[in-house]
């Protein structure tokens, strides 16, 4: 058992540009969440996946957000025309069933110069 | 909508001592499940302990315990015998049964940041 990955660590972009961030979760669990975490908060959730299924969105993710689980394996978060308000660290999470806890990946951090 | 609120930002404590950090919760839920996550300074959050709110019993980890008041919507921290160790951010989370299509997104409080004084 490998844990959560994520890809890359840390990434630094310009405002405007587009950024991808890539989470694998252990494998076979069939549940997949994204959170984002403020400098002394806790973590908000975004979105999560069951397998390839897009289930539940939060309202924080705009329109410049998006996110995919194409095999239900690894799943990809997407930020269109970042904004310096997206300087955060993206958590990624699975988890094998509901009853269950969420393993939670070392997360990329992103900052938006 | 859940809330959790986590009223100490910060708390410190004596290693080899006991320390209690304090959650309370809202929900109309009646079946959920409640955790305390650890964030160390650039690490990664892993869970300490968890509770379901149907059982009675108060769950325990080792030197970690929590204290369940349902009816008071509460749920405090308690670790024994303080280690260097212990010392990170620590997390309240709620997350719903998922009985009757609740989500399945945890909700988290803002944080207590623990120091552990040698």
């Known amino acids: 058992d490998t844990g959560v990955s994520q890809d890359p660590r840390h990434k630094i972009t310009k405002r405007g540009q587009n950024v991808t961030f890539r989470c694998d979760p252990i494998?076979?669990?069939?549940?997949l969440y994204w959170y984002r975490q403020t400098l002394g908060q806790g973590p908000e959730f975004l979105t999560y996946?069951?397998?390839?299924?897009?289930?539940?969105k939060s309202r924080l993710l705009s329109d410049r957000f998006s996110a995919e689980r194409p095999k239900g394996s690894f799943s990809t978060l997407e930020i269109q025309r970042t904004e310096q308000g997206d300087s955060a660290m993206y958590l990624c999470?699975?988890?094998?069933?509901?009853?269950?806890?969420?393993?939670f990946g070392p997360g990329t951090r992103l900052t938006v110069t | 909508a859940q809330t959790v609120t986590q009223s100490q930002p910060e708390m410190s404590v004596q290693e080899a001592e006991t320390v209690t950090l304090s959650c309370t919760y809202d929900t109309s839920e009646s079946d959920y499940y409640l955790f305390w996550y650890k964030q160390p300074p650039s690490r990664q959050m892993i869970l300490v302990i968890r509770q379901e709110a149907y059982k009675q019993q108060n769950a325990t980890e080792n030197r970690f315990s929590v204290n369940f008041q349902k009816a008071a919507k509460s749920f405090s921290l308690k670790i024994s015998d303080s280690q260097l160790g212990d010392a990170a951010m620590y997390f309240c989370?709620?997350?719903?049964?998922?009985?009757?299509?609740?989500?399945?997104?945890?909700?988290f409080g803002k944080g207590t940041k623990l120091t552990v004084n040698p």
């Open positions: 989370a709620y997350r719903s049964a998922g009985f009757q299509g609740g989500s399945e997104k945890l909700v």
């Open positions: 996946f069951q397998n390839e299924a897009q289930l539940e």
């Open positions: 494998s076979e669990h069939n549940r």
């Open positions: 999470a699975s988890s094998p069933d509901i009853s269950y806890e969420q393993y």
